[in-house]
């Protein structure tokens, strides 16, 4: 039931996953077994190890992965541990940007900003601008972001659709996004790069709550549905 890599790009990217899992639950970024994080496999971009489902975060040894199709989070064989309950999302995010690393926790700024920016049943977003560290998200505009907040559907497959259509119709939005009442989820061409910029998020969601300012919050623009009828 564990990943056993045939590569020795696939065994350094197993480690890597386990390596900052392990960083993360112990800076208090995923308790309780929370939080997931993916890479795409460099000498096979279609392929992506993803950490397994439920186990704890702090504990994850470089067997403790998953690999499944990036773009689609299928799994190929059947003697492998549980992918990530969160695959979908991580698949949305790969097939709509050119993310190679996907990072998602439950870290205490943003998920309090997860809960006060959340409009009901609808996505809507929170606006990041002024603070200096937005310049660490790699954005086209450094002064701005407005910084999506999905609905925490119960159906994951549900939020990764509407995921995949918000990234789709703003292109040039910042490499992350917040899951109501849930967490955080950041993105980048590598583990460490998605790393920063969780960090650079984190770090402004915890300026916006220390400041006290009220959040400016808007409904997104509806975006187009990709759903496939039934
Ligand atoms: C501790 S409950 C958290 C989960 O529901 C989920 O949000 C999460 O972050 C981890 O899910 P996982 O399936 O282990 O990748
Ligand atoms: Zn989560």
């Not at 989070?73 to 990530?84: D, M, N």
Request: net charge neutral.
């Amino acid at each position: 039931m564990s990943y056993a890599p045939s590569t020795t790009a696939g065994r350094h990217c197993a480690q890597q996953l386990a390596d900052i899992s392990r960083t993360l639950y112990e800076r208090g970024w995923m308790p309780g077994t929370s939080g997931n994080i993916s890479v795409r496999l460099p000498d096979e971009p279609g392929r992506a190890l993803i950490t397994a489902s439920g186990w704890d975060k702090g504990e994850l040894t470089a067997r403790d992965v998953v690999e499944v199709a990036a773009r689609t989070g299928r799994t190929s064989s059947s003697g492998q541990a549980r992918p990530s309950a969160e695959t979908s999302i991580h698949a949305a995010v790969y097939r709509v940007t050119e993310a190679r690393a996907v990072i998602h926790v439950h870290s205490p700024y943003a998920t309090v900003v997860a809960h006060r920016a959340a409009v009901r049943d609808a996505v809507s977003s929170v606006r990041l601008e002024r603070f200096e560290l937005l310049k660490g998200l790699g954005l086209k505009d450094p002064a701005l972001a407005d910084l999506p907040v999905f609905p925490n559907w119960t159906h994951v497959e549900r939020i990764a659709d509407d995921v995949a259509a918000h990234l789709t119709a703003y292109p040039d939005g910042p490499p992350g996004l917040l899951l109501a009442d849930h967490g955080i989820t950041a993105w980048g061409d590598s583990l460490s790069q998605a790393k920063n910029r969780l960090e650079c998020l984190e770090s402004l969601c915890q300026l916006l709550v220390l400041s006290h300012a009220e959040l400016h919050v808007s409904r997104a623009t509806q975006a187009p549905d990709h759903r496939t009828a039934p």
